[in-house]
């Protein structure tokens, strides 16, 4: 008698998914018109349920678990779930536990960006989907590793910010589409200048995200496992501004505006310009000397790329005159202002862009590459970390995208930074 084999959850999906290239069969065929089969159901499980797990829980997918190391924060965010229907939600305080679940098909991972790269390797080596919040990694080597790992499991990725492919572009009024568009078309010229501030419609709340020189030591709460939340980041004494909402203050967890914003704003960019597989060659800073353990304000940073592209980010505010884009033929600002004329036309009647995958689901069905994924991510997080590292070291820097390394070994040094034990990556 021939032997029963037993076929994963994960396993039918990803047949599923190659099924998707060679037939489609029409859902009334398969059980009538509001038939949904269960191999369809893609479930989620979210790490992590701060103040931006709401935005996870209302993502598509059936939430069957919930984790966090706050236990008031995870039974308010069960609560929600069972509100909106989620009645059997599990809740971990290990997110171990809840990757190890076979019957999850996607990990959230809604957690500090210091827990980003150990989480996503994880549950990629798990054989997990992921959908990660910005920015992607904390430094550029973690954003090494977690690609890697992503890609040798064949795993699909998302990193949630959607700028380049839906919605308004913040201050611009527009999407991000028909500025790709008309720079593609080279309707501005090249090389580029792109500033980024409030001028141009863009805060980068540097005055809510700056750390504190002035923590005394507090009593951790009893609901609260503060060494979890350390987790790989050097142990400090506790204090509530370390954590939970003004955490994004503190270079072991973040980098404040910059970290909070950047993806949001430069990956765009980098779309904009090309340049989604590479890293500007040089960045600059205008600020004060930091402190090692509280981030504070900068007043500018330009990064250059090698065929003379720059990125100004305005952190004061203070160019209100400029325009979004500026090139030798012309520029452009918000809602199609430009000095080029019937520019708005001339957008139109150019050929539509590449159509990419946004719909993280039909993505994970179909093993296609998100729009936003672990490769073009892993550039704009690149970015960041830059300027991160130029902003906490208080220097100009120069930078290799080939071996991921800068001119300078204080610099380098914050590229691969050290876990506490017994975290490491890989």
Known sequence: MKQKTTISRREALKGLGLLATIQIVPRHVLGGAGYTPPSEVLTKGIIGCGNISAQHLNMPGKLLALCDVD??????????????????????????????RD?????????????HALMAIDAAKAGKDIVCEKPMSRTIGEGVAMMNAVQQAERIFRLNTWFRFRGGFYGMGMPVAPIKQAVQAGLFGWPLTITVGAGT???????????????TPQPVPEHFDYDFWLGPAPK????????????????????GGLGDMGQHYLDPVQFILGKDNEAPISVEIDADPQHEDAIGLWRRIIYTYADGCRVVLDGEGKDTKTKYIQGPKGWMGR???????????????????????TDFHEAVRTRKQFALNEENGFWSTTMINMGITAHRLNKNLNFDSKTL???????????????RGPWRLG
């Open 405 to 419: 390394t800068f001119d300078d070994d204080e610099a380098n040094q914050l590229v691969h930074q050290p876990m």
């Open 335 to 357: 809602r199609f202002e430009s000095n080029i004329p019937d520019l708005r036309q001339k957008v139109a009647q150019l050929p539509p862009l590449e159509p990419v995958v």
């Open 71 to 100: 236990t008031k924060h995870l039974a308010r965010r069960k609560a929600q779930a069972v509100e909106m229907g989620a009645a059997d939600v599990a809740g971990y305080h290990d997110y171990r536990e809840l990757i190890a």
């Open 103 to 115: 019957d999850i098909d996607i990990v959230h991972i809604a957690t500090p960006p210091h827990w």
């Open 236 to 255: 400090k004494p506790y204090h509530p501004h370390r954590t939970h909402d003004t955490f994004r203050g503190y270079w072991d967890y973040d980098g």
């Open 201 to 215: 419609g863009f805060n980068w709340k540097l005055d809510m995200w700056t750390g504190r020189t002035d923590l």
